[in-house]
């Protein structure tokens, strides 16, 4: 299965991840997850990526490309994965179709995540992350808004939303649910 999980900062993309991988049997891959592995190991992706995530703003179209091709093209990746935090522009949805074409692969389904704002301010606030000063997060938020939230009209026909308020495996039994109840390709619950 191919899915991309997609929802402001702070709706749990990163928690649903974990358990939806495990669930359905595909590696979680997190853009946000390798940028700060790079930024941690000091590469000079890394040295390039870190002023982006410190302020909250996207890293570049080419230097995020590159990377997620690479992961992608990882043996793990071949039979499916769930994408966290990728694509999250227009252009880098058109960026993933390509990767898709030259290897003859379709997406399944976008799993939104969705939760209001004044939910999601609180929860960052309480995570601690270094990018997650109240200036960085409500910067996140914007960006969300502007740049990523176009893809949900993008991908409208393979769109499947849930809310992402309750408890965590609340959330995760809705989302499994709703993927299998949704069209996709070899739905959940046949696993
Ligand atoms: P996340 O862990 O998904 O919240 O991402 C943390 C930060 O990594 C973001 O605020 C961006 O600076 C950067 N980032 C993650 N994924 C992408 C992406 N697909 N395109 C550009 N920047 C990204």
Do not use: C, W
């Not at 058109?94 to 990767?99: C, F, M, N, S, T």
């Amino acid at each position: 299965m191919r899915i991309i999980l997609i929802g402001p900062p702070g709706a749990g993309k990163g928690t649903q991840a974990v358990a939806l991988s495990e669930r359905l049997g595909v590696p979680h891959i997190s853009t946000g997850d390798l940028f700060r592995d790079h930024v941690a190991r000091r590469t000079p992706l890394g040295q390039e990526a870190r002023r982006y995530l410190d302020t909250g703003e996207l890293v570049p179209d080419h230097i995020t490309a590159g990377m997620v091709r690479e992961r992608l093209a990882q043996p793990d990746a071949r039979d499916g994965y769930l994408l966290d935090g990728f694509p999250r522009t227009v252009p880098q949805a058109r960026e993933l179709a390509a990767v898709l074409a030259a290897t003859g692969t379709a997406l399944d389904a976008v799993l939104e995540l969705s939760v209001p704002e004044e939910v999601v301010v609180a929860r960052l606030l309480g995570r601690g992350r270094a990018d997650d000063t109240e200036e960085v997060i409500r910067n996140r938020q914007r960006v969300y808004e502007k740049q990523t939230a176009p893809l949900l009209a993008h991908y409208a026909d393979i769109l499947v939303t849930i809310s992402a308020e309750g408890p965590v495996s609340d959330i995760t039994a809705r989302a499994l649910e709703a993927l299998s109840a949704s069209r996709v390709r070899g739905a959940v619950g046949t696993r």
